[in-house]
């Protein structure tokens, strides 16, 4: 079973920048979909950006156009997401996900269903 595990967040003020880390706990054949998540206290969780690792497309949330910046590291099936100009309402618990079958295709890549596997999550929390 392929655990994710997230890294990197942290408590910043607004305006501050963050970069998490999302890398599989062992060697595993490079996912088809990865994506970022999250969630905040009594909210639906919501995709934030996801991208397909064979580089033929992106998705990013309207609300983080602009001020978040995905990466892959595709030789470690590694994922990254660069925060910039960080606000309060970004606060949530942010979750890494990835689908080794082609779900996000029908699904989309901001959609949980398209994912099986996914990390504990990693708080990111931004102070006004």
């Known amino acids: 079973q392929v655990q994710l595990v997230e890294s990197g967040g942290g408590s910043v003020q607004a305006g501050g920048s963050l970069t998490l880390s999302c890398a599989p706990s062992?060697?595993?054949?490079?996912?088809?979909?990865m994506a970022w998540f999250r969630q905040a206290p009594g909210k639906e969780r919501v995709g934030v950006a996801g991208?397909?690792?064979?580089?033929?497309?992106?998705y990013y949330a309207d609300s983080v156009k602009g001020r978040f910046t995905m990466s892959q590291n595709n030789a470690k099936n590694t994922l990254y997401l660069k925060m910039n100009n960080l606000k309060p309402e970004d606060t949530a618990m942010y979750y890494c996900?990835?689908?080794?079958?082609?779900?996000?295709?029908?699904?989309?890549?901001?959609?949980?269903?398209?994912?099986?596997?996914w990390g504990q999550g990693t708080q990111v929390t931004v102070s006004s």
């Open positions: 991208l397909y690792t064979d580089g033929s497309g992106t």
């Open positions: 062992e060697y595993t054949d490079s996912a088809y979909s």
């Open positions: 996900a990835a689908a080794f079958g082609t779900e996000a295709v029908d699904y989309g890549l901001a959609t949980p269903q398209s994912y099986t596997y």
